[in-house]
Every structure is written in structure tokens, then in C-alpha cells.
């Protein structure tokens, strides 16, 4: 079994700053694209980064230029740095990873972590 788990969510002002981070554990064998994605209230999930285990990115047009993702293979992490947050980026966060496992490659989430920006 494979567990993303998130941190790092929290309140802030608009125009602060937020590091999400998501650290994949159980049994791994590679790890391939990471993401986080989004979810507003009465919205739909919608990507927000993602970056390949050779650390090609890209990025929603919403965020390019405010946020960067990175991973560290070396601890199956993956983090977003978030600058410059806006009221509508707002949402739970989710981290998504797909895995490499015995038996194949399986896409597994994380259970969200709430950003809050207020205006």
C-alpha cells in the first residue's frame, strides 16, 4: 500500500506566501509524474502543477509565474511553493502521484490540505 500525505496548508493574507508539501511512503518502487491539484467549493478538481521524475514542469496558465513545484526523489516528496496568493486560490489541495508498485503503476491521492486566502 502507498500513502501520499500533505502538509502545509494554512491561512493567509492575499499577496503572502504557502509551501505545500507531499511525501509518498509504503511500498515503492519508482515514482513517475507528481501534481497537485485543486478544488474550490462548488468547483471541479482542476490540476494546478505537475512534474515528471526527470523534472519537466508545467504549470496551470492560473499560476504560472506565482507557483513552483519541485520534487526530491530522494524522499518521495514533492512540494509547491506558492507566492503571491490571490482570494481564488483557494481550495483544498491534493497531491497525486503515479507509482510504481509490484504489480504495475497505480495513481494514488492524497486526503487534501485547505489553503485559505483572504482579501
Known amino acids: 500500500q502507498v500513502q501520499l500525505v500533505e502538509s502545509g496548508g494554512g491561512l493567509v493574507q492575499a499577496g503572502g506566501f504557502l509551501r505545500l508539501s507531499c511525501a509518498a511512503s509504503?511500498?515503492?518502487?519508482?515514482?513517475?509524474?507528481m501534481a497537485w491539484y485543486r478544488q474550490a467549493p462548488g468547483k471541479q478538481r482542476e490540476l494546478v502543477a505537475s512534474?515528471?521524475?526527470?523534472?519537466?514542469?508545467n504549470y496551470a496558465d492560473s499560476v504560472k509565474g506565482r507557483f513552483t513545484i519541485s520534487r526530491d526523489n530522494t524522499k518521495n516528496t514533492v512540494y509547491l511553493q506558492m507566492n503571491n496568493l490571490k482570494a481564488e486560490d483557494t481550495a483544498v489541495y491534493y497531491c497525486?502521484?503515479?507509482?510504481?508498485?509490484?504489480?504495475?503503476?497505480?495513481?494514488?491521492w492524497g486526503q487534501g490540505t485547505q489553503v485559505t486566502v483572504s482579501s
Open positions: 497525486n502521484a503515479d507509482v510504481g508498485v509490484r504489480v504495475g503503476v497505480a495513481n494514488y
Open positions: 509504503g511500498n515503492i518502487f519508482s515514482i513517475n509524474t
Open positions: 512534474i515528471s521524475s526527470g523534472g519537466k514542469s
